[in-house]
């Protein structure tokens, strides 16, 4: 680990295998950068967060990515290499509130953050999109009137739900593809949280196979072997021909 030692992204790991997706990254950003707090993290966009996590990735393991698609066409399956810059997306500077004008009505919003959908998931209501439609939205008028949120026309929701995506471009990644077999195209989502915990969850395992067999051969307490370099720890597994 660069920036975060082994001990405190071991412990990361172990405190979000028992949460949420959501909770997981609040988890993870903290770790990494202590000097905000979870209240703080959560209260990020999501397309800041999904940036701070990509951050979090090339930290840890490099830009370099690689994953795998299969074509919805024909069954061919397409492996994908890219770098985090190529997901990187630039969003417009949006003051304290996104001002959306449509249908007449004009409405204040915040993008939607962590602590919102945190917030969902805790609800009872089935639809979740209008309920963070609905929590995001600050000033909803008509005129001189003022509008309850719950009652805008679906075009007006349509298009704050499109003003939102264009100044959070980074809360929805989009890998365009095509088949090299059949040439069919399609875009494919891409979700850093769920590539990085699964590369977390990788490491872990390995980690404490290595921790494993050096207390076994060595009776080294768990503290003092995840001290150890990545590097230092390797050379003492390929001493035992491990």
């Known amino acids: ?34 000097d905000r707090s979870t209240d703080d993290w959560a209260q990020a966009s999501i397309g800041q ?4 996590l990509l951050t979090l990735r090339e930290e840890l393991f490099g830009s370099s990515l690689e994953t795998v698609a299969v074509c919805p066409n024909c069954g061919e399956q397409l492996e994908l290499t890219f770098s985090t810059q190529d997901i990187r997306a630039v969003a417009p500077v949006v003051d304290d509130a996104l001002r959306v004008t449509a249908g007449g009505y004009e ?6 953050t962590s602590a919102d959908l945190l917030e969902i998931a805790q609800s009872s209501t089935e639809d979740g999109r209008e309920r963070l439609l609905q929590r995001c939205v600050q000033v909803a008028q008509c005129g001189d009137t003022a509008v309850d949120p719950a009652t805008l026309p679906t075009e007006v929701a349509a298009a704050i739900m499109e003003a939102v995506a264009t100044a959070d471009p980074q809360a929805d990644v989009q890998i365009a593809l ?12 891409f979700d850093i949280l769920a590539y990085l915990w699964s590369e977390i969850e990788d490491w872990a395992r390995r980690l404490l196979r290595e921790v494993h067999t050096l207390a076994a051969v060595y009776g080294w307490s768990e503290r003092d072997i995840l001290a150890l370099s990545a590097r ?8 035992l021909g491990v």
Request: proline share 6%; charged share 15%; glycine share 4%.
């Open 1 to 34: 680990m660069s920036a975060l030692t082994a001990a405190a992204l071991l412990t990361a790991w172990e405190q979000g295998a028992s949460q949420s997706p959501i909770q997981r990254a609040l988890t993870l950003l903290t770790t990494m950068w202590p």
């Open 49 to 52: 967060r999904d940036g701070w």
């Open 107 to 112: 409405v204040a919003c915040h993008l939607p």
């Open 178 to 189: 095509s088949c090299p077999a059949c040439r069919h195209g399609w875009s494919m989502a």
């Open 232 to 239: 230092r720890r390797r050379l003492y597994l390929e001493m």
